[in-house]
């Protein structure tokens, strides 16, 4: 055997040693000791005009109740392997017809719902019942009874934000049923502020001074704290001036967007994305990204951005591109 053979069968014995112990030794791999790693999450898309009919279609195939407890349709990021909206954001479209009920239960994710379209929408919340209007925001905290119906006449469209693919990735998914289907609603204010109205957060928009990456953009803040209004996601509100062109940045944090409001387009890592009300988009962590309008009209963008996890890890970071 020859000494360079005799090399080899000490080094094949060698991993086959640390294998059997459970081991691992990164550098058998050529390569540097951390690898870089590419996104999962894509830039992406979800045009309204697609959602919708799709939404109303829902209900010849399920009626929500024990065991299907939501109507939704979630939107799927071709990159992310758990088929959310991102790596860490989950964004679906829930849809009640009249007199329906989606029955009370609770579970570790929390979530933010974002109201779209019909009147007669409620979210009951530890027994505080939030009736929802179009743009308003609720937040429905981790592990909080919560039960949905719709009063009204028509039917109701929200959409639902959850950090659910964290929760999973920290392994500390949790759901319980409700004992019945729905929670008795108290009387009184409210024991929390989870209820943002459309009517405030815009005159509020109104007030802030425009920011060159974002143009007129806003943070919805819990009033008893100034945080967040999850411990993981910023929800903002964000208006993009007529003939408005932001300038590009790059985020360690990722964003998914809704168009509340008018037409324009996003560019991501150089590629141009047009949208118009009713869209949703996703912009993946390190992408450069920046905002326009096109038309008269101003456009108004909500989305949910995973920034004060980032910032809560020590890992967000912000450079113009
Ligand atoms: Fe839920
Ligand atoms: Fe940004």
Request: hydrophobic share 35%.
């Amino acid at each position: 055997m020859s000494i360079q053979a005799a090399a080899t069968t000490a080094r094949e014995e060698f991993v086959s040693t640390l294998t059997a112990a459970g081991l691992d030794a990164p550098w058998l791999e050529p390569g540097p000791l951390i690898r870089p790693k590419k996104s999962a999450m894509r830039a992406a898309v979800w045009r309204w005009r697609d959602i919708e009919p799709l939404v109303r279609r829902t209900p010849e195939f399920m009626a929500p109740g024990r065991g299907a407890e939501r109507r939704i349709l979630r939107l799927d990021n071709p990159g992310v392997p758990e088929r959310t909206a991102g790596h860490t954001i989950s964004i679906a479209v829930q849809y009640l017809l009249p007199g329906e009920v989606a029955p009370a239960h609770r579970h570790t994710p929390n979530a933010i719902r974002f109201m779209l379209h019909g009147e007669g929408a409620y979210t009951t919340i530890e027994g505080d019942k939030f009736v929802m209007r179009r743009g308003d925001l609720v937040v429905t905290p981790s592990m909080t009874w919560h039960d949905h119906g719709n009063e009204g006449h028509e039917p109701v469209m929200w959409t639902d934000a959850l950090d659910s693919p964290i929760v999973r990735y920290l392994e500390t998914l949790a759901m319980d049923p409700y004992e019945g289907e729905t929670q008795p609603v108290r009387t009184g204010p409210p024991a929390r502020h989870l209820h943002y109205r459309w009517e405030t957060a815009r005159a509020e928009l109104q007030r802030c001074a425009p920011d060159p990456y974002d143009d007129v953009i806003m943070e919805y803040l819990d009033p008893a704290t100034g945080d967040s209004v999850i411990p993981a996601f910023g929800c903002y509100l964000q208006m993009l001036r007529p003939g408005g062109r932001t300038r590009a940045h790059r985020e360690t944090s990722s964003a998914v967007y809704h168009v509340v409001e008018g037409r324009g387009f996003t560019t991501i890592d150089g590629v141009r994305h047009d949208w118009a009300e009713g869209d949703f988009f996703a912009i993946p962590p390190r992408a450069a990204h920046a905002h326009g309008t096109e038309g008269t009209a101003p456009a108004v963008l909500y989305s949910v951005q995973d920034v004060p996890l980032l910032r809560t890890l020590g890992f967000y970071r912000v450079e113009p591109a």
